[in-house]
């Protein structure tokens, strides 16, 4: 079983930054392929960046590109997401994701076995 947790939301301003951490524990990090998600109230959670086993590879939503990175450190067992330029519609709950079978960078859930709990992220107008 894979442990992850988010941390780092909160409500900030439009145009604003965060960065968000999330800690995986009970498998060897490098093993895992990590992502985020998200998702608003009566919404599919929706793929927004994923990461591959040793960071070399990472794939972005159209809707976030070139505001939205994902990285991660393998030494600190943890994978972030640095937000720039939060505009209202980021506003959601951001979901860690990890699977230990992936080849490749895929962008629906399913394809994922490990999630957190998520971390909410408001951005007021």
């Known amino acids: 079983q894979v442990q992850l947790v988010e941390s780092g939301g909160g409500l900030v301003q439009a145009g604003g930054s965060l960065r968000l951490s999330c800690a995986a524990s009970g498998r060897t990090f490098n093993r895992l392929t990590m992502a985020w998600f998200r998702q608003t109230p009566g919404k599919e959670r929706e793929f927004v960046a994923a990461?591959?086993?040793?960071?070399?590879?990472?794939r972005y939503a159209d809707s976030v590109k070139g505001r939205f990175t994902i990285s991660r450190d393998n030494a600190e067992n943890t994978v972030y997401l640095q937000i720039n330029g939060l505009k209202p519609e980021d506003t959601a709950v951001y979901y860690c994701?990890?699977?230990?079978?992936?080849?490749?960078?895929?962008?629906?859930?399913?394809?994922?076995?490990?999630w957190g709990q998520g971390t909410q992220v408001a951005v007021s107008s």
């Open positions: 994701a990890a699977d230990d079978d992936l080849l490749e960078l895929p962008t629906l859930q399913r394809a994922y076995d490990y």
């Open positions: 990461i591959t086993r040793t960071g070399a590879g990472t």
